[in-house]
């Protein structure tokens, strides 16, 4: 087994983020700074044969895996700063060990997935799987028609060039779009190129889980909980996780 993987199934995070451990020469491999290239071993029972250290501290074995939806609400920081007051470390439960799944702008709220499964992370995360992402948009003022159809064409702004996506009208200033992409600050950045600015972002759906749905309705905004065993089988089915 490759060692980002290991070490995201480990519950440290996503594999992006055991990358960035071992880039920063964080992890230890048998008493030796590891390598990207460094493979794990493990036994029929999958136990891990040999001995990882972060930060000097043993890693032992992969956490139970744990899966939560959090509201969020505008304000609070999605990345993880135990000096900064408004981190969403704060108010995480000391156990099991979350790692959000993505992250919502400080001024959007919404959806968040939070886990410590690292190869549903990597499903959700990695763009080459396209999954979907729902949205609800309010803009400064009124659009045209031509705006919908624009941002649902793809907009171009900097260097970049957006994929097409889903849109459509929810009132004279709001509407719903639907990403397959996660670029940085994506609407708000499409919205401003075609001349608006977005003064309430809410995402409301992330694959199967949706907020306007019954269940999930219920949770209000800085709440959160972990997903039911049906939730979380529908999620892993949708990604065709086993």
């Known amino acids: 087994m490759r060692l980002a993987k290991y070490l995201a199934q480990c519950g440290i995070g996503s594999r992006r983020e ?3 451990l071992v880039e ?3 992890i230890t491999l048998n008493g030796h700074i590891a390598r990207h290239t460094d493979p794990i071993h493990l ?12 930060d000097g501290a043993p890693i032992t074995k992969a956490e139970t895996l744990a899966y939560w939806i959090f509201n969020k609400a505008v304000g609070t920081d999605c990345r993880l700063l135990e000096q900064d007051e408004t981190s969403l470390i704060h108010l995480l439960p000391k156990v099991p060990r979350l790692y959000p799944v993505g992250r919502l702008d400080k001024d959007s ?4 997935l939070l886990t410590n499964d690292g190869e549903l992370t990597h499903k959700l995360m990695h763009p080459s799987f396209s999954h979907s992402k729902t949205y609800h948009v309010r803009l400064d003022r009124p659009f045209t028609d031509d705006f919908v159809e624009q941002m649902a064409s793809g ?5 970049l060039q957006t994929l097409p996506c889903h849109v ?12 397959t992409q996660g670029l940085n600050r994506q609407i708000r ?7 608006y600015r977005v003064i309430d972002l809410e995402r409301i759906a992330i694959m199967t889980l949706n907020l306007r749905e019954l269940a999930l309705g219920e949770l209000q905004e800085g709440q959160m909980r972990p997903l039911t065993e ?3 089988a529908e999620l892993k089915a949708a990604l065709t996780i086993v």
Do not use: P, Q, T, W
């Open 18 to 20: 055991a990358c960035r």
């Open 24 to 26: 920063a020469g964080r």
């Open 43 to 54: 036994d029929e029972s999958l136990n891990c044969l040999d001995n990882i250290e972060l």
């Open 109 to 112: 709220r919404g959806l968040l």
């Open 155 to 159: 907009v171009r702004y900097k260097d």
């Open 168 to 179: 459509h009208l929810l009132s004279s200033d709001s509407f719903e779009i639907v990403l």
């Open 189 to 195: 950045r499409m919205s401003k190129a075609l001349g």
């Open 230 to 232: 049906s939730e979380i």
